[in-house]
């Protein structure tokens, strides 16, 4: 019943820009905490952005070039993404935290930087 649908993923070259959206379904989504997390071959999944009552946070790593925002009446969050770097490249995942002890993922998006 709970759905998260990420697009938006692709090729860029290095110094580009991509955005990603997140669409949800079967939650309340103006109730819930929202984020990107991203995993590159080799390493852990770590967090990129949230955003929750207004309130966003970043990895260190994005700071100044990445952007999260969500529009509760169409129930998306997404991720602005400039000034891309070959170290960006992994998969990103879209996060939903009901608040009520669970939590939904989609089902990524592929996110490649290269020349």
């Known amino acids: 019943q709970v759905q998260l649908v990420e697009s938006g993923g692709g090729l860029v070259q290095p110094g580009g820009s991509l955005r990603l959206s997140c669409a949800a379904s079967?939650?309340?989504?103006?109730?819930?905490?929202m984020g990107w997390y991203r995993q590159a071959p080799g390493k852990q999944r770590e967090l990129v952005a949230r955003?929750?009552?207004?309130?966003?946070n970043y990895a260190d790593s994005v700071m100044g070039r990445f952007t999260i925002s969500r529009d509760n009446a169409k129930n998306t969050v997404s991720l602005q993404m400039n000034s891309l770097k070959p170290e960006d490249t992994a998969v990103y995942y879209c996060?939903?935290?009901?608040?009520?002890?669970?939590?939904?993922w989609g089902q990524g998006t592929q996110v490649t930087v290269s020349s």
């Open positions: 955003i929750i009552s207004g309130r966003t």
């Open positions: 996060f939903a935290d009901s608040g009520c002890g669970d939590d939904y």
């Open positions: 079967g939650i309340i989504f103006s109730m819930s905490a």
